[in-house]
């Protein structure tokens, strides 16, 4: 089954978060590789829709399980590329250090209000 992927500014999204110099790796993979990394890496048994790892001050990577994104923007009644960019705000958003909360859930409102386009 082919998945269509949203267009999303990534690369601005980066730099308003994470700077200019922030070395940002993306992967995508499939539902049994991000529930495996969850499991190595978090200890969490269930499959993520997205996960951040911090490699170094300057250096992260973000993994994206499009299937799980997919389904979970139906349920949440939200257009595919507006879910996934949120996630991918909130994904920069834990590479930068930020936990969840309200800081957190008003960077993720700002941050769309200023770079999401229908």
């Known amino acids: 089954m082919s998945t269509i992927l949203p267009r999303i500014p990534h690369e ?7 700077g200019e110099k922030y070395d940002l790796s993306i992967a995508f993979v499939m539902p049994a ?8 890496y978090r200890k969490k048994s269930y499959v ?10 300057n250096a992260g ?9 997919k389904r979970e923007a139906k349920g949440h009644n939200e257009p595919l590329a ?8 909130h994904s920069c958003l834990h590479l930068k250090g930020l936990t969840h ?3 957190m859930e008003r960077e993720e409102r700002r941050i769309m209000k200023k770079h999401y386009r229908t």
């Open 101 to 103: 909360g309200p800081r």
């Open 12 to 18: 601005q999204i980066k730099v308003l978060i994470l």
């Open 33 to 40: 590789k991000a529930r495996a990394l969850n499991k190595k």
């Open 82 to 89: 507006h879910f996934a960019t949120r996630l991918f705000i």
């Open 61 to 69: 990577e973000i993994v994206l399980n499009i299937s799980a994104i």
């Open 48 to 57: 993520p829709d997205t996960l951040a790892f911090p490699l170094s001050k």
